[in-house]
C-alpha cells in the first residue's frame, strides 16, 4: 500500500509542476501535453490510450510522466499455438491501467511503466514492469498535430504461474508477466 502511495503521490507531484512550469521560454503549458493511441503487435493484440506531459531539459534531453489505459487479449498467431495444445486463451483478455515516465534523447526515449491489470476471470495483477524503448521522429518540433510513433519493449500479459498443472481452483496461480512486443501508434501534439 505504501508503494502505491508513493506512486500517487510523485504523480501528484508532477502533475503540479506540470502546471507550476516557468513561461520564460514562451510556449504554454499545453505545448507539451500529448495523447497517444498504440496498437501493440505480437503474440498479444495490445490497444492503448496515454496522456503524457513533457518536461523539457534542453533542446535535445527531456522527459515526462502519464497514464495509459488499454486492452490486452490474444492476437491470432497466440490461438494458432495454443490451439494445438488446447489451452482457453479467453481468459488471457485484460484490461490494464499504469502510470510511466520517460526519458528523451532527440527524438528516442526510453519509458518505464508500472500500474494494475484487471481480468475478469482472476481479478486484479500487479504489472511490475512495462519497459520500452521507442522512436519517435519530429517530437522536439513545435508544430501541433499528428506524430508517428513505433516502440519495442516488454509489455505486460497475464500469464500462469505453472501453465500445464494449472487447475480451475488455481486462479491465484496467474501473475503478469511480459512478453517482447511491436508497438505502432500515433501521438496528438498540442
Same mark, same amino acid.
Given at each position: 500500500? =505504501?508503494?502505491?502511495? &508513493?506512486?500517487?503521490? &510523485?504523480?501528484?507531484?508532477?502533475?503540479? *509542476? *506540470?502546471? *507550476?512550469?516557468?513561461?520564460? +521560454?514562451?510556449? +504554454?503549458?499545453?505545448?507539451?501535453?500529448?495523447?497517444?493511441?498504440?496498437?501493440?503487435?505480437?503474440?498479444?493484440?495490445?490497444?492503448?490510450?496515454?496522456?503524457?506531459?513533457?518536461?523539457?531539459?534542453?533542446?535535445?534531453? &527531456?522527459?515526462?510522466?502519464?497514464?495509459?489505459?488499454?486492452?490486452?487479449?490474444?492476437?491470432?498467431?497466440? @490461438?494458432? *499455438?495454443?490451439?494445438? /495444445?488446447?489451452? /482457453?486463451?479467453?481468459?488471457?483478455?485484460?484490461?490494464?491501467?499504469? @502510470?510511466?515516465?520517460?526519458?528523451?534523447?532527440?527524438?528516442?526515449?526510453? +519509458?518505464?511503466?508500472?500500474?494494475? @491489470?484487471?481480468?475478469?476471470?482472476?481479478?486484479?495483477?500487479?504489472?511490475?514492469?512495462?519497459?520500452?524503448?521507442?522512436?519517435?521522429? /519530429?517530437?522536439?518540433? =513545435?508544430?501541433?498535430?499528428?506524430?508517428?510513433?513505433?516502440?519495442?519493449?516488454?509489455?505486460?500479459?497475464?500469464?500462469?504461474?505453472?501453465?500445464?498443472?494449472?487447475?480451475?481452483?488455481?486462479?491465484? @496461480?496467474?501473475?503478469?508477466?511480459?512478453?517482447?512486443?511491436?508497438?505502432?501508434?500515433?501521438?496528438?501534439?498540442?
Amino acid at each position: 500500500m =505504501k508503494k502505491i502511495i &508513493a506512486v500517487i503521490a &510523485a504523480m501528484v507531484v508532477m502533475s503540479c *509542476a *506540470a502546471f *507550476a512550469q516557468s513561461e520564460s +521560454s514562451g510556449d +504554454s503549458w499545453v505545448d507539451n501535453v500529448r495523447i497517444e493511441v498504440d496498437v501493440g503487435l505480437g503474440l498479444q493484440f495490445i490497444l492503448e490510450a496515454r496522456g503524457a506531459y513533457r518536461f523539457p531539459i534542453n533542446s535535445i534531453l &527531456a522527459w515526462d510522466v502519464g497514464f495509459e489505459a488499454g486492452y490486452c487479449a490474444p492476437s491470432f498467431l497466440w @490461438a494458432v *499455438a495454443n490451439s494445438m /495444445n488446447g489451452d /482457453n486463451n479467453n481468459e488471457l483478455n485484460t484490461f490494464i491501467t499504469e @502510470a510511466f515516465a520517460s526519458f528523451w534523447f532527440w527524438d528516442f526515449y526510453m +519509458s518505464y511503466g508500472l500500474g494494475f @491489470a484487471i481480468n475478469k476471470g482472476f481479478g486484479p495483477m500487479m504489472i511490475p514492469t512495462d519497459f520500452r524503448l521507442g522512436w519517435q521522429p /519530429n517530437f522536439r518540433k =513545435k508544430d501541433r498535430g499528428f506524430l508517428f510513433k513505433m516502440e519495442l519493449g516488454f509489455l505486460p500479459i497475464p500469464e500462469p504461474i505453472n501453465h500445464t498443472t494449472m487447475t480451475e481452483d488455481d486462479k491465484h @496461480a496467474w501473475l503478469t508477466g511480459s512478453m517482447l512486443t511491436l508497438t505502432l501508434g500515433t501521438s496528438y501534439k498540442f
